[in-house]
Nanobody, 115 residues
Framework: QVQLVESGGGLVQPGGSLTLSCAAS????????MGWYRQAPGKERELVAT???????NYGDSVKGRFTISSANAKNTVYLQMNSLKPEDTAVYYC?????????WGQGTQVTVSS
């Protein structure tokens, strides 16, 4: 079973930056797609950003131009650089990996944007 370990969440002031990391373990196979989703209290989980093995990126409308997804040498680690953070970015951020045989979710990391 592939496991995803997320890190980098925390409390940041509006306008600040954070970088989230997600590393997959128990697999040597490259991912098909890895990405980030988020869920705020009382809301449905939504797309933040995804990255395909071929390097195609996709972003949710609310984060375009502020967030950047990347991968370390196309291995099973992805990063989410979040700039110009807003209070409405406050949510639990979940990493998702779609591999050749299975789909995995991380446990989530809290991001709170508040002054």
């Amino acid at each position: 079973q592939v496991q995803l370990v997320e890190s980098g969440g925390g409390l940041v002031q509006p306008g600040g930056s954070l970088t989230l990391s997600c590393a997959a373990s128990r697999t040597s196979r490259s991912f098909n797609v890895m990405g980030w989703y988020r869920q705020a209290p009382g809301k449905e989980r939504e797309l933040v950003a995804t990255l395909t093995r071929g390097g195609i990126m996709n972003y949710g409308d609310s984060v375009k131009g502020r967030f950047t997804i990347s991968s370390a040498n196309a291995k099973n680690t992805v990063y989410l650089q979040m700039n110009s953070l807003k209070p409405e970015d406050t949510a639990v951020y979940y990493c998702k990996r779609v591999g050749p045989y299975s789909t995995s979710w991380g446990q989530g990391t809290q991001v709170t944007v508040s002054s």
